[in-house]
């Protein structure tokens, strides 16, 4: 059974820092794209980063340069660290498993398991 679990999400002032942990079960994180989202309230779920099997890795451009996604082989967990934080990065935060095949990962249609989210908000 295939089972994702996001953590590290909380309340942080304009300019702050969160790093967010998606744990997986049951399926390497090594061998599939891995995806982060995000949705805020009454949005569509929106595209963050990705990072493939290869190690080629994807931002949305409202988050270059501020956030990264980052992969621990060992602890078969991906990280999305995310510095400057503004008011609009505010949305709960979803990990993914992409489904197999050669996907950059920046569709939700692509991706098949999904954790149940963490909130981040973010006060200005």
């Known amino acids: 059974q295939v089972q994702l679990v996001e953590s590290g999400g909380g309340l942080v002032q304009a300019g702050g820092s969160l790093r967010l942990s998606c744990a997986a079960y049951?399926?390497?994180?090594?061998?599939?794209?891995m995806g982060w989202f995000r949705q805020a309230p009454g949005k569509e779920r929106e595209f963050v980063a990705s990072?493939?099997?290869?190690?080629?890795?994807t931002y949305a451009d409202s988050v270059k340069g501020r956030f990264t996604i980052s992969r621990d082989n060992a602890k078969n967990t991906v990280y999305l660290q995310m510095n400057s934080l503004k008011s609009e990065d505010t949305a709960v935060y979803h990990c993914?498993?992409?489904?197999?095949?050669?996907?950059?990962?920046?569709?939700?249609?692509?991706?098949?398991?999904w954790g149940q989210g963490t909130q981040v908000t973010v006060s200005s």
């Open positions: 049951g399926r390497s994180v090594t061998r599939y794209t």
């Open positions: 993914g498993f992409a489904r197999p095949g050669l996907l950059i990962g920046i569709r939700p249609s692509e991706y098949e398991y």
């Open positions: 990072i493939k099997s290869s190690n080629g890795i």
